[in-house]
């Protein structure tokens, strides 16, 4: 493909070549292992790469688990919050208020379940399946009512009040908007909700603040921007304010003060680590561990920062290039506004999609109906790469290769 | 040490090494990874040892992530009931009725929880901690009585009735008596109780039999007999006809019926999927499914014959040495009632473990307030290893070795 005016054209590939020259966080591409078939890969929102460390880091754990035995558990015990405690200043927590463990979804159920009473359960129609269906399923139990909200959530608008319990993503997973979290948080908080914070889509990508904000709840997943492995445990954080006060609904051995006095009835432990139930993970967590350590080595300033550049020409392309070719631009235009991911809407987005994995090796991401999703991940994601993904989905639209592929979609991975 | 009286004497160390030259599961030994330190491991009933083909499964795991990021999904989906079904053999269930997934303890949240009604949750003061409290966590919630009855469980006075839901250990923790499943549940299904088990203690070591018991619903973890590692994920067994009429609590997107259509309310997998809730941990389910190949192609009819010679010569070995010395037999004299660990109770239990693991190499564990429990592990421990651990038990106790170490039991791994 030609490379346009060179680097006084901003929308030159000589252009993203410079942007990636003068990149501070250029050096650590490649600590991370290049895929076999090297694809422009433009799905680390979905799950992040394979970090060089981490390789050795899961041997060694294995070895420890081969060479210690059962006497690893008195550092393994530890390793929930070890690793919550290195995640802690990518969401703005404090030590001792976040805990590696479980799934997201299983950590977002203790957190509703928690917290929740005789109010309504709230959350916006287009929030991410999972947390719909949690909601669901709690208010199907308690009877009590489910309110599924139309639109972006908005702090003049959220519709609740006191006893409700809010859920709400920080990052929408189609659209990649931004959620105001202080103007939102000081919402709830003053009509006497409680707010539980879905982090999966902005941690590791963009600064949360929980604590400058007043949050006292939330969630999220360690597979996407913080690279820790396929499924790998979700994360939550509870203020160290309300920790004493809330329970978990999963009672466990885990969450029991003094777990080791077996013959007694549950207690649970004084600290977040009321909020574990069985026993954690120890493999997942070393993964998780090194994922964590190399997204906060960055430090989520640099990450931003390369975020905001990396989608800003992407937008750029999308507007000179793919707009003319029925591409509408769904994510917002005001960086502050938005995550680290695009979402181009195209009527063909799903034969796009194929077209693009099948013919270009560009991996990008479909939600239905008709969303192609493209994420950068600042560790890894270079300018020149956002260049080449675009140009070659401008190839594939121009000359109608997508229609090779059937138009229904289908599974998607 | 003296060996004794040779090969005549079953009290022997030749005796035993015998056992050993004629054990057909011999060869099993070398296919787990040699800890540094060369202990007498019999704590594989808390954490099993690392099998060799582990570490290069992890290995590829990881690769497997690596290469094929987000395009390994289409594979990777499955691995909860792949894993699932390697494992029903052990425990007499058909494929299609177990799942590997979660935490012990969130498995027995989600299968009490799809059950409990307004009858009462019962299960015996002995039984394993996490099963007691997740039962007491549920009851709290719900306000239905929690009924815990001392003494073992005992089909002719199961204390339950139309329903009410019991939770029991097939093989108890501390005693390592096995529970008549059979009858058990034949009581519970004639007095209209819902019976759930948890199969941690036995899975991997003695025969469970669940469909040939008409057991309906079961839980277990997979890290120790069957060597998934430290904090491996669990399992749960839905047999076949309850699965369409049950509904975990937990409602996710993974138990969700076509998943990745995303703009619906809940609808579960008519499948055992629907016990699923968040995104499955694909590096966890890896080891596991390395564990379990490995104990099912042993079988569990060998496994449980070893385990059976094993724990007699215990017994025989504590009766001529350890009983004269204060040392009381906890476990059922009777194999066809014993899992494949025993217990010795005496009043210094806890300095005697010390003891062991610091001064003879000797790995038991401790389970207050006065056993030591020795866990053999039919797929690696020899004859030998018991003749030798009990040997050099009988030593410390003898000489007072153990009289150098606290009285008070501390922290226990």
Same mark, same amino acid.
């Given at each position: ?177 931004? =959620?105001? !979290?202080? $103007?939102?948080?000081? /919402?709830? +908080? #003053? %009509?006497?909700?409680? *707010? ?70 549950y207690d649970p432990d004084p600290s ?8 954690p993970p120890i493999l997942g967590l ?14 989520? =300033?640099? !990450?931003? $920062?390369?975020?905001? /550049?990396? +989608? #800003? %020409?992407?937008?750029? *392309? ?88 059937d138009a229904k979609p289908g599974r998607?991975?």
């Amino acid at each position: 493909m030609d490379g346009g005016e060179g680097v006084d054209d901003p929308l030159s590939r000589a252009a993203a070549e410079a942007a990636d020259a003068a990149d501070p966080l250029a050096g650590f591409r490649e600590r991370f292992v290049a895929d076999a078939a090297g694809v422009l890969y433009l799905d680390g929102n979905s799950l992040g790469r394979l970090p060089v460390a981490t390789r050795a880091r899961l041997a060694a754990a294995a070895d420890e688990w081969g060479d210690r035995l059962v006497g690893g558990w008195p550092e393994w015990i530890d390793a929930p919050e070890r690793t919550g405690d290195a995640l802690a200043p990518l969401i703005g927590a404090e030590p001792g208020e976040v805990l590696v463990c479980d799934s997201t979804t299983v950590n977002l159920f203790k957190l509703v379940g928690a917290v929740a009473g005789e109010g309504a359960l709230v959350t916006d129609r287009g929030n991410f399946p999972t947390d719909r269906h949690v909601l669901e399923g709690i208010a199907a139990q308690r009877g009590v009512e489910l309110r599924q909200f139309d639109g972006e959530p908005d702090a003049a608008t959220l519709p609740c009040g006191p006893g409700d319990v809010v859920v709400l993503s920080h990052v929408g997973y189609r659209t990649g908007a931004v =959620a105001d !979290l202080p $103007a939102l948080q000081a /919402a709830a +908080t #003053e %009509r006497g909700a409680t *707010l539980i914070w879905d982090l999966s889509h902005s941690a590791g990508a963009i600064p949360v603040g929980l604590r400058a904000a007043g949050a006292e709840l939330a969630v999220g997943c360690t597979y996407k921007y913080l690279n820790g492995g396929p499924g790998a445990p979700g994360y939550l954080y509870v203020a160290r304010e309300r920790q004493a006060t809330l329970r978990s609904p999963i009672w466990g051995w885990f969450g029991q003060r003094d777990q080791f006095a077996m013959e007694r009835g549950y207690d649970p432990d004084p600290s977040i680590r009321r909020f574990l139930a069985g026993t954690p993970p120890i493999l997942g967590l070393a993964a998780v561990e090194e994922g964590v350590r190399l997204t906060a080595e960055a430090g989520i =300033a640099a !990450l931003h $920062a390369k975020a905001v /550049a990396l +989608t #800003e %020409r992407m937008i750029a *392309l999308h507007d000179a290039w793919l707009a003319p070719l029925g591409f509408a631009l769904a994510t917002p235009r005001d960086p502050a506004r938005r995550g680290s991911h695009v979402a181009l809407a195209h009527p063909e987005a799903w034969p796009l999609t194929r077209a693009l994995i099948e013919r270009a090796g560009v991996v990008p991401d479909f939600r239905g109906p008709d969303v192609i999703r493209l994420g950068v991940a600042p560790l890894y994601t270079g300018h020149a790469d956002v260049w080449d993904a675009l140009d070659r989905l401008r190839a594939i639209a121009a000359r109608g290769e997508h229609r090779a592929y059937d138009a229904k979609p289908g599974r998607v991975t």
